[in-house]
């Protein structure tokens, strides 16, 4: 069938092209002849040449090139005086056209799916002058689909998913496939659809590609994945139709169809009797084969002996449930509780409710574990309030304390040190009273912090503690005194009834009706010509004067004795007036009475010049001394380095015998003029030769001979000028000699370290340095020298 039809098209196409192209004088027209009668002035022109619309197959795998059709002009004779030009898309590279004839060919392979059609234009020219016999003409050449693509999935694979439990006929996901072939020509672009994998399970739409569920009750907790393919064919699915495939991955979603169940009917849990409030008890699970929200669940406790006692709650990932302590526990008082705990879940779908009920009961027993706990006080703490006045021995407070558990044993209590440094209280082992063993004083310390512990007799390591506050009452056992103000002044100026001084008490109890003080002046002082003192019954008093006409040089100090007093208890304070200058405002001058003893002509500002003037003397006095005896102490040390040290310094050694001008012998016989020379310098180096004799005076030399007798009266000179010198050091003379002996053939000539070895030396090595040690050879006994 198919060839068939393919044949059919393609001489129907070539029957076309060729009906196209014959000429209108062939084929005849139909105006001819309703045209001949007409006048020539309203004849239509004809054409002077035919075209038309092309059609051409595509995928054309022919050796020679493809016929298209042929284009004609009336005005061709067949004698080639004609030429046929062909422009546009294509033409010379797809599309050729023979100048001669008006065949078109196309020479290379056409696609329709890349293009479907293309517009060219011929025109008819004169061979030999090239002018255009008629208009351009344009035309279009389509190109004919044939079925050569076949359907794809371009958004394959696909992943689906569908509740599980769903009806026959529940969409899962629509496919497409989509055919590159021309929807319009033929049935190459129809495609139909089936399903190749995945049956009775899915089903798929032939025409819509919608994928159907197929089976009933498809149970996730059986089966969760499941994978479809599907096939897409085009010529609507007839034989010879081309096909493509997809894999659609298909997984189904949970819903709450399974009721929850508990894994154990009776849970079997136990806690120590001590346990804090809020510790875990134990875990209980109700499990449940969905997942995800559809599992989660919700414990409570509907009924029990303990379900006062304890609590359940969800942990965080809402799967189990968690019993923790919600009071407090004593084995001694109940030793088990009885819970019973359903779970349910929390989201329950209508639809399957026929399913449930979704939620189960079990039994939680919890036996509490006996524990030795440690005593109990009667009080979680204790308040105490006691005079300081009490007695040594006044029992405070007792304590009590019980040991809660069935053994009941004896317990004994103490103070914990730590908290009773100074040791003010007691308590007795036994009976827990507590008592004062010291005087107190709500002045030193008025609270008393202190903790009490009680201890099992059978059980040291059990110890219980609690907190005794005591607060000490006041009670008035401290007289009154004078604030810090004991010193006043009185001015020379001050006339009689004039106050100097208004005095204050303080006192360190604190009575309940508040203070209130007397003020009074000491018996022996009440009659005195000088002060009298005015109490102001507002707990101050004011001192006054009873005369005029103070002066420093008849007494500058008065002492002047007050008694205060309470309602229990009396002190007495001395205050100290002094007598002072002061100026018409009543400020201040002086104090002393020792500035009226200076001469009534010298000032205070000259006093402070004399004095700072003598200061500065003296400072000007040490600076001098300082300076002189430092001066001394330098030329004393100059004077020793100038007459002990000779210092000569070698940068390196010289040439040997014949080097005579690295020192100079004259410095030993006339050192002044050892350095005015300067004909004997030498010239490759500049020796540094420093005789610091120069500078002090030369001792008389005895025997004023020259040459050998000069050197030996110097240096008998100098060691008597040493030995009567107690101060000057134990030398002479400091010769330093730094690179001795370096880049010399002979090396160095130092004995040091010579002495080290008991051996004979060996001089042979003598005869090898040439003619300068020549001499020193001959002295040593070598007899082979070159």
């Known amino acids: 069938m198919g060839h068939r039809f393919r044949l059919r098209s393609l001489l129907l196409t070539v029957v076309l092209s060729v009906l196209s192209l014959l000429p209108h004088s062939l084929l005849g027209s139909p105006g001819e002849e309703t045209a001949a009668g007409r006048s020539p002035l309203l004849r239509r022109v004809k054409r002077g040449w035919v075209w038309n619309q092309f059609f051409v197959l595509e995928e054309y795998t022919g050796l020679e090139p493809l016929y298209i059709g ?26 050729t056209i023979d100048d001669n004839t008006g065949d078109i060919h196309a020479i290379q392979r056409l696609d329709r799916e890349m293009k479907a059609q293309y517009v060219l234009r011929a025109q008819a020219r004169n061979r030999l002058t090239d002018r255009p016999l008629e208009p351009e003409s344009e035309f279009i050449v389509k190109i004919q689909d044939i079925n050569d693509n076949e359907p794809r999935f371009l958004d394959g694979p696909y992943w689906a998913t569908v509740p599980e439990m769903s009806q026959i006929g529940t969409s899962v996901i629509q496919l497409t496939a989509t055919d590159a072939d021309d929807p319009t020509y033929g049935n190459s672009a129809r495609v139909v659809y089936s399903i190749l994998e995945g049956q009775p399970y899915f089903s798929v739409d032939a025409k819509t590609g919608v994928l159907r569920v197929s089976l009933a009750d498809m149970d996730r907790e059986t089966r969760e994945n499941y994978s479809v393919v599907i096939q897409a064919k085009d010529m609507g699915g007839q034989m010879g139709g081309l096909a ?53 669940m919700r414990y409570s406790i509907i009924d029990g002996d303990g379900r006062d006692t304890f609590d359940v709650s969800t942990d965080p990932t809402n799967l189990f449930g968690i019993i923790t302590v919600k009071k407090p526990l004593d084995f001694e008082t109940k030793p088990s509780y009885t819970l019973k705990v359903e779970g349910a879940n929390t989201q329950v779908d209508p639809l399957f409710h026929h399913h449930g009920p979704f939620k189960d009961v079990t039994i939680v027993h919890v036996s509490v574990e006996d524990v030795d706990e440690p005593p109990l006080f009667d009080s979680p703490g204790y308040y105490i309030e006691l005079p300081e006045d009490a007695e040594i021995g006044t029992v405070v407070k007792t304590v009590s304390a019980r040991d809660p558990d069935s053994a009941n044993n004896t317990v004994r209590y103490s103070i914990e040190r730590t908290n009773d440094l100074d040791k003010y209280f007691y308590i007795d082992i036994t009976s827990g009273a507590l008592m004062t063993v010291r005087t107190l004083d709500r002045e030193e310390m008025s609270w008393h912090n202190i903790t009490v512990l009680a201890m099992e007799m059978n059980n040291p390591s059990q110890i219980a503690s609690v907190s005794v506050a005591i607060k000490i009452t006041d009670v008035n056992d401290n007289p009154p005194s004078l604030t810090h103000y004991l010193e006043a002044y009185v001015c020379e100026n001050a006339k009689a009834g004039q106050l100097i001084q208004m005095v204050t008490a ?126 001394k102490k330098t030329f004393l040390c100059d004077e020793e380095e100038n007459v002990h040290e000779n210092i000569v310094r070698y940068d390196d050694e010289g040439g040997g015998e014949e080097d005579t001008e690295a020192f100079d012998i004259a410095a030993m016989w006339n050192p002044r003029e050892a350095h005015h020379h300067p004909g004997k310098m030498r010239q490759d180096m500049l020796p540094e030769i420093e005789s610091l004799s120069r500078y002090v005076p030369q001792a008389c030399v005895l025997g004023g001979g020259g040459g050998d007798s000069s050197v030996h009266g110097y240096v008998l000179a100098k060691l008597l000028e040493a030995d009567l010198d107690l101060c000057a050091p134990p030398y002479d003379s400091l010769q330093t000699y730094a690179y001795e002996g370096e880049g010399s053939v002979a090396e160095s000539l130092s004995s040091l370290q010579s002495g080290t070895s008991n051996t004979d030396h060996e001089y042979d090595y003598l005869n090898d340095w040439g003619p300068r040690f020549r001499k020193l050879a001959e002295m040593y006994g070598v007899d082979n020298l070159t």
């Not at 009776?266 to 599992?295: C, F, H, T």
């Not at 009226?596 to 000007?620: D, E, K």
Request: hydrophobic share 40%.
């Open 506 to 631: 303080v006192d360190v109890d604190e009575p309940q009706g508040g203070q209130h003080f007397y003020y009074s002046l000491a018996p022996e002082a009440a009659n005195n010509p000088n002060f009298t003192l005015r109490d102001n019954q507002d707990n101050t008093a004011w001192v006054l004067t009873r005369r005029g006409g103070w002066s420093q040089q008849q007494q500058t100090v008065f002492h002047l004795p007050i008694i205060i007093s309470d309602s229990e208890h009396t002190s007495t304070s001395t205050l100290t007036i002094r007598v002072c200058s002061c100026d018409h405002e009543g400020n201040v001058l002086s104090c002393n009475a020792e500035a009226y003893s200076l001469p009534a002509s010298l000032s205070r500002g000259a006093l402070i010049a004399i004095l700072a003037c003598i200061f500065v003397l003296l400072v000007m006095i040490l600076l001098m001394l300082s300076l002189r005896t430092h001066r």
């Open 244 to 296: 493509g495939t997809t894999t659609v991955n298909i997984t189904l979603t949970d819903i709450n169809d399974n009721p929850p169940m508990f894994d154990q009917r009776l849970y079997q849990m136990s806690i120590p009797e001590a346990a804090p409030m809020g510790s875990v008890v134990g875990r209980i699970w109700a499990k449940d084969r969905d997942i995800g929200i559809n599992a989660e």
């Open 70 to 95: 042929k284009l004609h002009s009336d005005m061709d004779k067949g004698d080639g005086s004609i030429k046929y030009i062909l422009t546009g898309e294509g033409a010379g590279t797809t599309f």
